[in-house]
């Protein structure tokens, strides 16, 4: 079946510790995305790639890093600097026709990240 | 002024009645406009896309659209209990290659 894999599920991280969500989707999409999701609130976007080899960042980049070494894949590591890191983490991913019309986005689903 | 706004809600509607829920956005420009469906500790699922002026339907779910007041709304005929969910409206601004999401409006439909 076709689909978006985000894993693991579940994941903790320890002070100082890097850790690494991974994504891969098997819909042919060109553009992939990475949102985070604090409880009650709305989807904020951290990092956006519309190519292999190439992203942009988000809204709340600071303390996440991604790479786009393959269409299928666009992994977020969420790095020691970010300070508050507990959070729902969603990847998704869309068809990037070029002609300024976007189409909808295609979510996984999701990783609970959490200090330990 | 926030780029999409929804009330946040909670919207509490009778089984079998008309779930009404809207959203407005700040691009004049924008192009695209989409509706999810966002159960608690799920991600979100799509329900709609609209495109143009005027209402589109699928079921029991009606989109509509009206660019000259920068508006979309969410109609759910026959609301049942499986509705009740946060519905978060999406809207791809006229100069970005991204989506803009609202903060969704919870809606929970009372038996």
């Known amino acids: 079946d076709g689909g978006i894999t985000q894993s693991p599920k579940y994941l903790f991280r320890k002070e100082g510790q890097n850790v690494t969500l991974s994504c891969e989707q098997n819909?042919?999409?060109?553009?992939m995305y990475w949102y985070r999701q604090d409880p009650g609130q709305g989807l904020r976007l951290i990092y956006y790639?519309?190519?292999?080899?190439?992203?942009q960042k988000g809204d709340i980049a600071e303390g996440y890093s991604v790479s786009r070494e393959k269409k299928e894949s666009f992994p977020l590591t969420v790095t020691s600097a970010q300070k508050n890191p507990t959070a729902f983490y969603l990847c998704a991913s869309s068809i990037d026709n070029g002609q300024g019309r976007n189409q909808p986005q295609h979510f996984g689903d999701g990783t609970r990240l959490s200090i330990l | 002024q926030k780029e999409v706004e929804q009330n946040s809600g909670p919207l509490s509607v009778p089984e079998g009645a008309i779930a009404s829920l809207n959203c407005t956005y700040s691009?004049?420009?924008?192009?695209?406009f989409f509706w999810y469906r966002q159960y608690s500790g799920k991600s979100p699922e799509l329900i709609m896309s609209?495109?143009?002026?005027g209402d589109k339907e699928d079921g029991r779910f009606t989109a509509q659209l009206n660019k000259a007041s920068q508006y979309v709304s969410l109609l759910i005929r026959d609301s049942q209990p499986s509705d009740s969910a946060t519905y978060l409206c999406?809207?791809?601004?006229?100069?970005?290659?991204?989506?803009?999401f609202g903060s969704g409006t919870r809606l929970s439909i009372r038996p």
């Open positions: 691009d004049r420009g924008s192009q695209s």
């Open positions: 999406a809207v791809n601004p006229s100069s970005a290659s991204k989506i803009i």
């Open positions: 609209i495109y143009s002026n």
């Open positions: 819909l042919n999409h060109d553009a």
């Open positions: 790639s519309q190519i292999v080899n190439d992203f």
